[in-house]
């Protein structure tokens, strides 16, 4: 006979009624949950403790059965996602205040923890498209009054605020000619670029071109191969080469850095761009007050100046 004794094999582990009740009452307080929440919006605390509730009893039950070590980092992670979160902002803005307002979301959720904002740039004239056919946004900030008053008369934004000033530039391309060095040679220039006249940049150069009369109006715009949606896309066609002039703000030329030239337009005929801030209608009508009372506050404010805005006259 062997000295290897045999082992005997071992009978399947039974689970007890106990161990099997438990596991049905985790999956139908957690199934329960889901169901419930499949069309709600948010998390209340009644709900996460119903599923804390039904996770706990579910990963009990799972510690005594062989397939724990397989199932636990499920549960343990479902636990994880149901702790309570605070709800996020959303904030519609001008393609111009990219940097600026994301300095400023950085400030306010340091100052809130737990709070995190979602930014939405684009020209204010799309924003507003898409705020009047349902988009949702707690805080909306144009680049003129214009957009900022047809929002309100929409009923999509309540309380507008001044938030910054910004003044109108123009950038040259790296193609254009090197004599070219002053806003009254833009009629020189072969491919100019201007933004659609329904977007704030567009309307502002058009103040502009009209300040510095017909004749140069018309000589410009004989020349203008692109209206761009955003002021964004405006300086993009000369960044890229597509275009040899460009009427931007000051912040704007200020991104794109050596890659531009730029050139002051006499305060004669240029015009003072003014960005309003007011709550959309959103849910988080709190926290939206709180975001724009810190743009407009001295901090706020010291965002947006580092990244080139001013303060209005």
């Given at each position: 006979?062997?000295r290897r004794?045999?082992?005997?094999?071992?009978?399947?582990?039974?689970?007890s009624k106990s161990?099997?009740q438990?596991?049905?009452?985790?999956?139908g307080k957690s199934?329960?949950?889901?169901?419930?929440?499949?069309?709600?919006?948010?998390n209340?605390?009644?709900?996460l403790q119903?599923l804390q509730?039904g996770?706990?009893k579910?990963?009990?039950?799972?510690?005594?059965q062989r397939?724990?070590?397989?199932?636990?980092?499920l549960?343990?992670?479902?636990?994880?996602a149901?702790?309570?979160r605070?709800?996020?902002?959303?904030?519609?803005a001008a393609?111009?205040?990219?940097e600026?307002?994301?300095?400023?979301?950085?400030?306010?959720?340091?100052?809130h923890?737990?709070?995190?904002?979602?930014?939405q740039?684009a020209g204010?004239?799309?924003?507003?498209?898409?705020?009047?056919?349902g988009a949702r946004?707690d805080?909306?900030?144009?680049a003129d009054?214009a957009?900022?008053?047809q929002?309100v008369?929409?009923?999509?934004?309540?309380?507008?605020?001044?938030l910054?000033?910004n003044?109108p530039?123009l950038?040259?391309?790296?193609?254009?000619?090197?004599?070219?060095v002053a806003?009254?040679?833009?009629?020189?220039?072969?491919?100019i670029?201007?933004?659609a006249?329904?977007v704030?940049?567009?309307?502002y150069?058009?103040?502009?071109?009209?300040h510095a009369?017909?004749e140069?109006?018309?000589?410009?715009?004989a020349?203008?191969?692109?209206?761009?949606?955003n002021?964004?896309q405006?300086l993009?066609?000369v960044?890229l080469?597509?275009?040899?002039?460009?009427?931007?703000?000051a912040?704007d030329?200020?991104v794109?850095?050596?890659a531009?030239?730029t050139?002051?337009?006499?305060?004669?005929?240029?015009v003072?761009?003014?960005?309003?801030?007011?709550a959309?209608?959103?849910?988080?009508?709190?926290a939206?007050g709180a975001f724009?009372a810190?743009s407009?506050?001295?901090?706020?404010q010291?965002?947006?100046?580092?990244?080139?805005f001013?303060?209005c006259p």
């Amino acid at each position: 006979m062997s000295r290897r004794q045999q082992q005997r094999p071992q009978p399947p582990r039974q689970k007890s009624k106990s161990h099997l009740q438990g596991l049905r009452s985790g999956f139908g307080k957690s199934k329960s949950y889901l169901q419930g929440q499949h069309a709600a919006r948010g998390n209340s605390p009644s709900h996460l403790q119903g599923l804390q509730t039904g996770l706990g009893k579910l990963l009990q039950a799972l510690l005594t059965q062989r397939t724990a070590p397989r199932l636990l980092p499920l549960v343990l992670l479902l636990l994880l996602a149901c702790q309570p979160r605070s709800p996020g902002l959303t904030v519609f803005a001008a393609a111009s205040l990219r940097e600026a307002l994301t300095d400023v979301a950085a400030l306010y959720e340091a100052q809130h923890p737990g709070q995190t904002v979602t930014l939405q740039f684009a020209g204010s004239q799309e924003l507003r498209m898409q705020l009047q056919h349902g988009a949702r946004a707690d805080v909306v900030a144009t680049a003129d009054d214009a957009q900022m008053a047809q929002l309100v008369q929409a009923g999509v934004a309540h309380g507008p605020q001044p938030l910054t000033c910004n003044r109108p530039v123009l950038v040259l391309g790296r193609d254009a000619p090197a004599d070219v060095v002053a806003f009254a040679d833009l009629p020189r220039l072969r491919r100019i670029v201007l933004g659609a006249p329904a977007v704030p940049i567009g309307a502002y150069a058009e103040q502009i071109l009209a300040h510095a009369g017909p004749e140069f109006a018309a000589a410009v715009q004989a020349h203008v191969v692109s209206r761009e949606p955003n002021a964004r896309q405006v300086l993009a066609k000369v960044t890229l080469g597509e275009a040899d002039a460009a009427i931007v703000y000051a912040t704007d030329a200020r991104v794109a850095g050596a890659a531009v030239r730029t050139v002051a337009i006499p305060a004669a005929v240029n015009v003072t761009a003014r960005y309003a801030i007011a709550a959309g209608d959103g849910a988080q009508a709190a926290a939206a007050g709180a975001f724009i009372a810190l743009s407009r506050a001295a901090a706020g404010q010291a965002a947006l100046a580092a990244r080139g805005f001013v303060a209005c006259p």
